[in-house]
């Protein structure tokens, strides 16, 4: 006997085999207890008791690699693959940074690899991953055109090298490099910093302390084709700051940072009296 079927039902059998398959009971609790004891080490501040969650083939790397401090972290979206044996989860983790001399809080989001290994859920270096690690550093987003393949050397230094060939492939950079500031008065300016790359990408101002200078970003960690805008405010009566604050006066050179791969984009900060 021949059987048809209308094209409406094999749209929904097509579509029912895309959806993704629910976790059997207790996988998915028992893989976010064991991305919450892994992080939580983070958080204590004892990076060390956290080598019993990492893969055999990544302990090379978690080693060397530097370590973040957490003030506090958060698990959220799961994605299973390989009949539920891996995993990517999304850790969102809270750190501090010093920002143009300032301490500034921010939220680190995180796309974390995990997979089964002797019966239990393990962090492990992924090196198409993208997204901050809870290492600190970055690993190469993939590439836009020629493609770098990734090294097989995992040490942090080659994991560098490696990123920092892919990352000239990717746009990024200030809209100027160069602003005015009148010192008769309060001022104000602002940048704008395009990310041009495929993964996140972190932003901080380095230079000397200007007194009644602040430097402030909207958002200092960029997201893949996105923006941030780098607020810049003058106040003459702000007197704050240490004894050896620079004077403002002429032109006082900055440097926009871009974690990782240690990318810099200049900043001229020229004062001027206005009378």
Not at 77 to 104: H, P, R, W, Y
Not at 232 to 252: E, M, N, R, V
Request: glycine letters at 8%; aromatic letters at 10%.
């Amino acid at each position: 006997m021949k059987l048809s079927f209308s094209p409406l039902v094999l749209a929904m059998v097509a579509f029912a085999q895309q959806q993704p398959q629910q976790a059997p009971p207790g996988v998915e609790d028992e893989l976010r207890a064991r991305v919450t004891a892994f992080y939580q080490n983070f958080v204590d501040g004892s990076p060390r008791k956290a080598e019993v969650f990492v893969a055999e083939d990544t302990k090379d790397y978690y080693y060397n690699a530097q370590k973040l401090h957490f003030e506090s972290f958060k698990v959220g979206k799961v994605t299973f693959s390989d009949n539920f044996t891996k995993a990517i989860v999304m850790v969102v983790g809270k750190t501090e940074k010093v920002l143009a001399g300032q301490k500034v809080q921010m939220e680190v989001p995180q796309e974390t690899h995990w997979k089964i290994e002797n019966g239990q859920w393990c962090w492990t270096y992924h090196p198409e991953d993208y997204a901050i690690t809870p290492m600190g550093g970055k690993n190469p987003p993939p590439g836009s055109g020629a493609g770098v393949p990734p090294p097989k050397d995992l040490t942090p230094e080659a994991i560098r090298k490696a990123g920092e060939a892919i990352l000239k492939e990717q746009p990024m950079g200030l809209d100027t490099g160069a602003i005015t500031i009148r010192t008769d008065r309060v001022s104000d300016a602002q940048i704008v910093f395009t990310n041009g790359g495929m993964g996140y990408t972190q932003i901080e101002v380095n230079g000397p302390i200007v007194r009644g200078l602040t430097f402030k970003f909207d958002n200092p960690m960029v997201p893949p084709k996105g923006k941030a805008v780098l607020k810049i405010h003058y106040d003459p009566s702000d007197k704050s700051g240490p004894s050896d604050a620079w004077i403002p006066k002429g032109t006082i050179p900055f440097q926009l940072s871009v974690s990782p791969f240690g990318r810099t984009f200049s900043l001229d900060v020229t004062f001027i009296n206005g009378n």
